[in-house]
């Protein structure tokens, strides 16, 4: 499980990079940190996700569900990588203000040990940072959609909620940073809102990561 995690999360940061041309690399205008103070310590800091539009490209396994076949501009994937469930996306990522300040990585694998997903977070002007969590169920979204009364072919529209990292002992965790991320610690929540799907399977909705860190001691 962990080497073909640690794999995936490699693909991943290799994709973000080609596909950096979605954010321009020339001297980049920094805009305010939309930051927030949290009651008992750390600041809170949301970043949003709007589906379809930000949604840059897919790799991955047919069992990791509704978002691979209908992904374009996904790769192949290495022949070790193609045994298991994995998928790999790639966003553009959004502040609380609607401002899109740069690029996501998003890497989920299982296998009988387990299951991981990790977030990679570039933000030109500000650093880079990486969110980790475990337990993602596989199909979680499908599983939700479907219960709410979508098939496959078919348009549906609708709301259906699922947090696939939730706000409780399996939150995710704020693994590591660099630049103004540097040395930060803390957890986060990872919320799916769909409200609709295409009858080609195209996801309709936001992803919403919320964190709350602090200085390491």
């Known amino acids: 499980m962990k080497s073909t995690f640690v794999v995936a999360v ?42 379809p539009a930000d949604r840059i490209a897919a790799t991955g396994t047919s069992s990791a569900g509704l ?7 996904g790769a192949s994937l290495p022949p070790d990588l193609a045994a298991q469930p994995l998928l790999v996306e790639h966003f553009k990522v959004r502040d609380s203000s609607n401002n899109v300040i740069g690029i996501a990585a998003r890497h989920w694998s299982t296998d009988a040990s387990g299951t991981g997903t990790a977030w990679s977070l570039l933000i030109p002007s500000r650093g880079a940072m990486l969110l980790t969590a475990p337990g993602e169920a596989r ?40 630049d103004e991320f540097s040395g930060l ?33």
């Open 10 to 51: 490699l693909l991943g940061f290799v994709g973000v990079l080609a596909a950096g041309h979605f954010v321009p690399w020339f001297p980049h205008v920094r805009l305010p940190s939309k930051t927030t103070v949290v009651a008992n310590g750390g600041r809170g800091e949301q970043f949003i996700i709007r589906l």
């Open 67 to 73: 978002r691979v076949p209908n992904a374009a501009g």
């Open 139 to 178: 199909g979680a979204l499908d599983s939700a959609l479907q219960k709410a009364g979508y098939s496959a072919g078919s348009a549906w529209n609708g709301e259906v909620k699922v947090a696939l990292a939730p706000d409780n002992d399996n939150a995710g965790v704020v693994a590591a940073g660099s």
């Open 185 to 217: 610690e803390g957890r986060y929540t990872e919320v799916w809102t769909l409200t609709g799907v295409t009858d080609v399977g195209e996801l309709r909705g936001t992803i919403e990561l919320n964190t709350v860190t602090r200085r390491g001691t």
